[in-house]
């Protein structure tokens, strides 16, 4: 029996730049797949969603992503709906995953993003030290 989860997370980039898309999407992907041990046999990533919001246009996260190479999975992007006071320069991304055994999944929230469930990430830090 397989059980499906989905990993949640979100990071910001101070500049829309290639280079901050680039390394901020590849450390959050990083982070989710330590996070939720989806490196063995016991889990796999079976689709990639990513959302950006629309002051991100330099590169896209999923070419990010794919270039990276540890995730081979479908990506699919789109683009967060414009609404004021949402949090700028962000992306956000959710891993569909198959296990084996059944688990809670581990969300991970960086940098700016963290204002966005400060719950989850409260939790995280204080589990890391």
Do not use: W
Not at 38 to 48: E, K, N, P, W
Not at 62 to 70: I, K
Not at 94 to 120: S, W
């Amino acid at each position: 029996m397989e059980y499906m989860i989905a990993v949640r997370g979100a990071t910001t980039v101070e500049r829309d730049t290639k280079e901050e898309i680039e390394y901020k999407t590849c450390e959050l992907v990083n982070e989710l797949i330590d996070a939720n041990a989806l490196t063995g046999a016991d889990a796999r990533c079976v689709s990639v969603l990513i959302s950006t919001t629309k002051d991100i246009h330099s590169f896209y996260p999923a070419r990010a992503v794919r270039e990276q190479g540890r995730i081979d999975a479908p990506l699919f992007s789109c683009a967060e709906p414009d609404i004021e006071g949402a949090l700028p320069l962000c992306i956000r991304v959710m891993l569909t995953v198959a296990c084996r055994t059944e688990r809670q999944p581990r969300h991970i929230y960086l940098h700016g993003a963290k204002t966005l469930r400060p719950d989850l990430c409260c939790e995280k830090e204080e589990e890391r030290k």
